[in-house]
């Protein structure tokens, strides 16, 4: 079993910066692909980004490409989310999520832990 605690939100203006981390408890997250997705308030839960296990391939939704980026860190059992220019659309609840196919996918199906998520807001 695997518990993903998510931190780091909070409320932002526009244009600033935020660090989301995932922090995953069990001595197997080197081998889990993990993910990014967020659901903003009356939507739909989407895709943000995702990285391999070994952090060499991530995937981005397009609109996001450039202003986010995800990272891992395995010695830490962790995984950033750094967002840069915020807009008010980037307003949602992030969960972060891990794959034992240990590949980055958009696809929610193919995570099998979630995190609880984390609130961000963007103030405009």
């Known amino acids: 079993q695997v518990q993903l605690v998510e931190s780091g939100g909070g409320l932002v203006q526009a244009g600033g910066s935020l660090r989301l981390s995932c922090s995953a408890s069990g001595r197997t997250f080197s081998s889990y692909g993990m993910g990014w997705f967020r659901q903003a308030p009356g939507k739909e839960r989407e895709f943000v980004v995702a990285?391999?296990?070994?952090?060499?391939?991530?995937y981005y939704a397009d609109s996001l490409k450039g202003r986010f980026t995800i990272s891992r860190d395995n010695a830490k059992n962790t995984v950033y989310l750094q967002m840069n220019s915020l807009k008010p659309e980037d307003t949602a609840v992030y969960y972060c999520?891990?794959?034992?196919?240990?590949?980055?996918?958009?696809?929610?199906?193919?995570?099998?832990?979630w995190g609880q998520g984390t609130q961000v807001t963007v103030s405009s």
């Open positions: 990285v391999s296990w070994a952090g060499s391939i991530t």
């Open positions: 999520a891990a794959g034992l196919s240990g590949r980055s996918s958009r696809n929610e199906w193919e995570y099998n832990y």
